[in-house]
T-cell receptor
């Protein structure tokens, strides 16, 4: 069965302390890997799409990378406003936009 | 900024009552999704539509849940009869076949 596993479940960082989140996946054919951010009481917000191994995308302090079996979301010098749950999702080939989400990593950045 | 809207934002109801949740997708998007989110199960896909046609509703309990898209500006999710285990946040999302999805603010459902 296709699976998306995120680690760690929770991460507590000091402001400025860089770290990485992991998303490992098993699908028969990957069309795209997606990262979303979810703030408490809100819907997930789209961040990035990665399509092929070796691809990287950046947005402010976030950088997402992709290999054949996993993706990393690097948070560089985080600020308290980066506190959120980060969700990873995969789209299988031929799935017409359907995503399979991981359980998420809850990130707390303290001043 | 175009946004997905959902109503109601909060709903408290008694077991056995019918619940209807509504979603207005972003104009121009060709896919619409209904998700349920709980602490235990995370984000679960219930049903989705492409160009208003249902593509997959295998995530829904068929005996009590139904999802429809009567027109391009409205998607509905109904639960009849509701049960306490249906308590969750229900999200609607719209997007494109490339996988990008834009989520609404959610409906927090509490069934007592």
């Amino acid at each position: 069965e296709d699976q998306v596993t995120q680690s760690p479940e929770a991460l507590r960082l000091q402001e400025g302390e860089s770290s990485s989140l992991n998303c490992s996946y098993t699908v028969s054919g990957l069309r795209g890997l997606f990262w979303y951010r979810q703030d408490p009481g809100k819907g997930p917000e789209f961040l990035f799409t990665l399509y092929s191994a070796g691809e990287e995308k950046e947005k402010e302090r976030l950088k997402a990378t992709l290999t054949k079996k996993e993706s990393f979301l690097h948070i560089t010098a985080p600020k308290p406003e980066d506190s959120a749950t980060y969700l990873c999702a995969v789209q299988e080939e031929g799935s017409w936009g359907k995503l399979q989400f991981g359980a998420g990593t809850q990130v707390v950045v303290t001043p | 900024d175009a946004r997905v809207t959902q109503t109601p934002r909060d709903k408290v109801t008694e077991m056995g009552q019918e619940v209807t949740m509504r979603c207005q997708p972003i104009l121009g998007h060709n896919t619409v999704f209904w998700y349920r989110q709980t602490m235990m199960q995370g984000l679960e896909l219930l049903a989705y539509f492409r160009n208003r046609a249902p593509l997959d509703d295998s995530g829904m309990p068929k005996d009590r849940f139904s999802a429809e898209m009567p027109d391009a500006t409205l998607a509905t999710l109904k639960i009849q009869p509701s049960e306490p285990r249906d308590s969750a946040v229900y999200f609607c999302a719209s997007g494109f076949s490339d996988g990008r999805q834009y989520f609404g603010p959610g409906t927090r459902l509490t069934v007592t």
